[in-house]
């Protein structure tokens, strides 16, 4: 049972324009939100997170929102940038501790 | 300061065999979490250890299993090994355990044939 999941297994988009990553998740329990860029032959590294008390949480270029009632959260990386591409994974924080991550979805930024 | 080491970095295995990875965390993290990943499953929870002690355990069967020394070095091991078992195996150190505060390692690279 898949509790966080991402839809798309890829995307790919201009430089200079927003990538949209998307991730849904099934237990309203969670409450804290993380989101990891991982290239290849590297481990995955934090890149920003949002807690349930908030909808939005900013890092420079990239925003991350969240809609508690739809279960759903988003990045938004603007403007988008060649070294952006990469495999991003989205997480949630379970009552136990441990991440529970999404399956990842493959952000291309073409030149 | 020195991160995450995995070793070895890649592996080759036959079906049938077992396997040790390893991994030391940062200086001063007392926590070590292990995860799987494969394509289209993302980054699966293997267990977390703290203090020598194993703290949480994910939904693996016990051919999948762990340790802490006292250092926080880990160790994870994987007997009778299945080809479903090739994957990228991640660990991750952090000072208590808090999921946010997490470094991972690049990861040891299994192939089992």
């Known amino acids: 049972d898949q509790q966080v999941k991402q839809n798309s297994p890829s995307l790919s988009v201009q430089e200079g324009r927003i990538s949209i990553l998307n991730c849904d998740y099934t237990n309203s329990m969670f409450d804290y939100f993380l989101w990891y860029k991982k290239y290849p032959a590297e481990g995955p590294t934090f890149l920003i997170s949002?807690?349930?008390?908030?909808d939005k949480n900013e890092d420079g270029r990239f925003t991350v929102f969240l809609n508690k009632s739809a279960k759903h959260l988003s990045l938004h990386i603007v403007p988008s940038q060649p070294g952006d591409s990469a495999v991003y994974f989205c997480?949630?924080?379970?009552?136990?501790?441990?991440?529970?991550f999404g399956q990842g979805t493959t952000l291309q930024v073409k030149p | 300061k020195a991160g995450v080491t995995q070793t070895p970095r890649y592996l080759i295995k036959t079906r049938g065999q077992q396997v040790t990875l390893s991994c030391s965390p940062i200086?001063?993290?007392?926590?070590v979490s292990w995860y799987q990943q494969t394509p289209g499953q993302g980054l699966q929870f293997l267990f977390e250890?703290?203090?020598?002690?194993?703290?949480n355990k994910g939904n693996f069967p016990g051919r999948f299993s762990g340790r802490q020394f006292s250092n926080s070095r880990s160790e994870m091991n994987v007997s009778t090994l299945e080809l479903g078992d090739s994957a990228l195996y991640l660990c991750?150190?952090?000072?208590?355990?808090?999921?946010?505060?997490?470094?991972f390692g690049s990861g040891t690279r299994l192939t089992v044939v």
């Open positions: 997480a949630a924080l379970s009552n136990t501790g441990k991440l529970i």
């Open positions: 250890y703290f203090s020598e002690t194993q703290r």
């Open positions: 949002i807690s349930s008390i908030k």
């Open positions: 200086s001063g993290h007392r926590s």
């Open positions: 991750a150190s952090s000072l208590e355990g808090q999921a946010y505060g997490y470094t």
